[in-house]
């Protein structure tokens, strides 16, 4: 069975991968745009600083991340006037964490669909008069929409199984930080198997059964240009 500690750390997890989610969501798409379309010369540079989470080890960008985090440091001495709050081993410090660690995972299969979105439809919209901002939610946004699904549930998947940056920047405090992939190290430290097998196996079938929806998606918008 689950203990209450168990049952917290889910919580603190879906509350972490959610936010994370919808905040990046939020931000990706514009960034996203941007380097799909700009032919400016640091834009590779950009493309690169987005990417680093992939090819950086977890526990380098915690570190980092950290040391931001620290009131001796400009960031987090702003953030601690602005809240009265520290960042360091905060549920905080853990969603900025989070948004940082899984951008690649929203902003590349938006990038990717941008690039590859028919230009034509872009000009019709210009030539009936439409903005930015319309063109991007009356015809970027509907055509691209698998996509959003795709990235939302990456990014999602991606925060739920963090280890190295949450332990760097939130360490282990229950109610607080200790979300699973944390309590699961515990439990298995401690050698109580039956309660890691569980939150392992919960862990498995949850991940299988969102990549299985993702491929679905996939599937699905590939049939349809296939068929178009």
Excluded: C
């Excluded at 989470?53 to 991340?65: E, M, Q, R, S």
């Excluded at 903005?131 to 998947?157: D, E, H, N, Q, R």
């Excluded at 059964?209 to 998606?217: A, D």
């Amino acid at each position: 069975m689950l203990s209450e500690l168990d049952l917290i750390a889910i919580y603190l997890t879906f509350k972490l991968a959610s936010l994370t989610t919808l905040i990046l969501l939020v931000l990706a798409p514009p960034l996203a745009w941007w380097l799909a379309r700009s032919k400016l010369f640091f834009r590779p540079f950009v493309e690169s600083l987005v990417a680093l989470p992939l090819v950086l080890p977890p526990t380098v960008l915690g570190f980092y991340l950290l040391l931001s985090f620290s009131p001796e440091n400009y960031f987090g001495a702003f953030w601690l006037q602005l809240t009265g709050n520290g960042l360091a081993f905060s549920f905080s410090g853990l969603l900025i964490a989070s948004i940082i660690y899984s951008l690649p995972f929203v902003v590349q299969p938006l990038q990717s669909a941008f690039v590859n979105l028919d230009k034509n439809y872009l000009e019709v919209a210009s030539t009936l008069g439409f903005g930015s901002i319309k063109t991007f939610y009356k015809v970027v946004f509907p055509m691209t929409l698998p996509s959003f699904i795709i990235a939302g549930a990456l990014g999602f998947a991606h925060t739920i199984g963090e280890f190295g940056v949450v332990l760097m920047i939130g360490g282990n405090i229950p109610g607080e930080t200790q979300v699973l992939s944390i309590t699961l190290f515990d439990h298995v430290e401690t050698l109580q198997y039956q309660q890691a097998h569980l939150l392992s196996f919960s862990l498995l079938t949850f991940s299988m059964i969102l990549l299985m929806l993702i491929y679905g998606v996939l599937q699905k918008r590939q049939k349809r240009l296939n068929d178009a």
